[in-house]
């Protein structure tokens, strides 16, 4: 997809994530994905750290760091090279 491309409401951009607290304290990510092809309204996903390679939250940062996306276009977009 390129920027032309982007709609904010079909995909996701920073503004469309928050953190809430989870049952037993914990931090959980949200993301509201505003159309998806099952739920045209959108959908949340939710995400904790893991203590393991597999954890998402350290992704997400160490993606944000990388390609330091601006709020007003895809959350996944990555900087040219």
Known sequence: MTQKDFNPTLHITLSDMHT?????GENVTVFHIPCTKTSPTGQDIYWATQADPSDPHWAW??????????????AFSTKKQ
């Not at 809430?20 to 037993?24: F, K, Y």
């Open 61 to 74: 940062i160490n993606h944000l760091h990388i390609n330091e996306p601006p709020t007003d276009i895809h």
């Open 20 to 24: 809430e607290q989870g049952p037993r």
